[in-house]
Antibody, heavy 127, light 107 residues
Framework: QLQLQESGPGLLKPSETLSLTCTVS??????????WGWIRQPPGKGLEWLGS???????YQNPSLKSRITISVDTSNKEFSVRLSSVTAADTAVYFC???????????????????WGQGTRVTVSS | IQMTQSPSTLSASVGDRVTITCRAS??????LAWYQQKPGKAPKLLIY???SLESGVPPRFSGSGSGTQFTLTISSLQPDDFATYYC??????????FGQGTKVEIK
């Protein structure tokens, strides 16, 4: 059974770099049917897509995060990671990792819905 | 692309037929998903490609629409369905974005 588990520090100071890892069990990261994504949810608010990665290393990032975000994958250790630099209080949120359908269309591969999610990890940015 | 859900909150009783609307700021064809989220839990995928039911999701959930107008319908609300529902569009020419959510409360 596929399971995703986020891990990383729960408390950061402003200007530090957030680093989270998602460990995948019960399935291979090296599938051409899926992307692997990160989504966050600030307290009491809605969901925000951060970015996604294919097992080959191709990444897709939310432009709203500009150059602050880096997503990487380590297929041998069955994990993928996100780094967010220069964090502020606005980055306080629950961070989810998820498996995302990869759709094959006549115009090429396309990102789909997030169909399996991790339980989420709470990150607080505070001085 | 902006996704706007209505209503923000909905009060309903067990057995009611419930409809939630999601509007896209521009056409997204049928590239839309619906999720259910309960407090302290991760979202759960209900519907993808506007009307396709995810495996294991009860058939009382259904989705419809295309272009800019979409709906999620629960045909007969069950106690387990009180939650917050989000729509989300997905494609490759703009970031995936979610609606602001619709909370379904007990009337």
């Amino acid at each position: 059974q596929l399971q995703l588990q986020e891990s990383g520090p729960g408390l950061l100071k402003p200007s530090e770099t957030l680093s989270l890892t998602c460990t995948v069990s019960g399935a291979s990261l090296s599938s051409n049917n899926y992307f692997w994504g990160w989504i966050r949810q600030p307290p009491g608010k809605g969901l925000e897509w951060l970015g996604s990665i294919y097992y080959s290393g191709t990444t897709y990032q939310n432009p709203s995060l500009k150059s602050r975000i880096t997503i990487s994958v380590d297929t041998s250790n069955k994990e993928f990671s996100v780094r967010l630099s220069s964090v502020t209080a606005a980055d306080t949120a629950v961070y989810f990792c998820a498996r995302q359908y990869r759709l094959v269309t006549i115009r090429g591969p396309k990102r789909g819905a997030f169909h399996v999610w991790g339980q989420g990890t709470r990150v607080t940015v505070s001085s | 692309i902006q996704m706007t859900q209505s209503p923000s909150t909905l009060s309903a009783s067990v057995g009611d037929r419930v409809t939630i609307t999601c509007r896209a700021s521009q056409s997204i064809s049928s590239w839309l998903a619906w999720y259910q989220q309960k407090p302290g839990k991760a979202p759960k995928l209900l519907i993808y490609k506007a009307s396709s039911l995810e495996s294991g999701v009860p058939p009382r959930f259904s989705g419809s629409g295309s272009g800019t107008q979409f709906t999620l319908t629960i045909s007969s609300l069950q106690p387990d369905d009180f939650a917050t529902y989000y729509c989300q569009h997905y494609n490759d020419y703009s970031p995936e974005t979610f609606g602001q959510g619709t909370k379904v409360e007990i009337k």
